[in-house]
């Protein structure tokens, strides 16, 4: 059996108490963080006057970091247009502003995966998630549901993806460990049928939470697209309402392919949440801020967690303030 890694399953006790949660967020973002810091290094600075070649530094910074052109564009107009009408008296004033501005984009878009003990009918809640391989989605799937149980949750697992070798093994490891349930088939069973016996058994046994990993082949779109509605429709037949939640896990590091990623599964599966991951790796983490420009789309979905680690606690609950200032903040001014 495929154990997971140490550094999947440590937690926040294993590192450095003075990290702190915001400061394992700000280390979690310090590729991106560094990435920015040619364009936002005299901002922080405070005292230097505003001037076109800072502004041009400051939009080139966001572009490299994912933010997206026509979030970006709409910023520096702001800003652009305040500096001009005297409104922000040095560079201190800008920074301020942007950190404003960026929180302002991402309002709206965040939203808690809040969890009922069980739905008013007394059926479990069913979570699916979805996304194409290498994402991070088993171990999303293991690190939440550990959180779940933490909460007092009946948390049961279903290894849906039964195409990945060791998908269906990793999952059990996770269940193994924390003493979670995992419903399961042998490699390259049909995923639909796992998620029928999976859904029955959750509803026979009481479960409150029911956390359904997917295939997620890429270089078979039609295939996974088509298996992915086979399972909503299969477990329709044992609960109307079900799937309850369907996240899709995005790697943050892809950057503006994200956006094709959340467009293709939408129109497959209607999605109500995103899990971006593995943002720790990557310079790209103001993709977030492209996802979030989507508002007036139908495309957008709501972003409800963050990963920015290995360890359990670094998959975090998404708040646009907490996430902004660790962007920003140089360790000049932690």
Known sequence: MIEPTETESASSSDQPAAKGFFGRLRNGLSKTRDQLATGLGNLLLGEKEINESALEDLETALLTTDVGLETTEAIMSELTDRAGRRELANMGALYQALHALLVQRLQGVARPLSLATRKPDGLPKGIFFVGVNGVGKTTTIGKLAKRYKTQGLNVMLAAGDTFRAAAVEQLQAWGQREDIPVIAQAQGSDSASVAFDAVQ??????????????????????????????????????DPEAPHEVILVLDGGVGQNALSQVKLFNETVPLTGLVVTKLDGTAKAGVLFALASQSNDAQQVPICFIGVGEGVEDLRDFEPEEFVAALLQSDDVA
Not at 204 to 228: F, H
């Open 201 to 238: 058994s959750a509803q026979a046994k009481g479960v409150d939470v029911l956390l359904v990993d997917t295939a997620g082949r890429l270089q078979a779109k039609s295939q996974l697209m088509d298996e992915l509605a086979k399972i909503q429709r299969v477990v329709k037949r044992l």
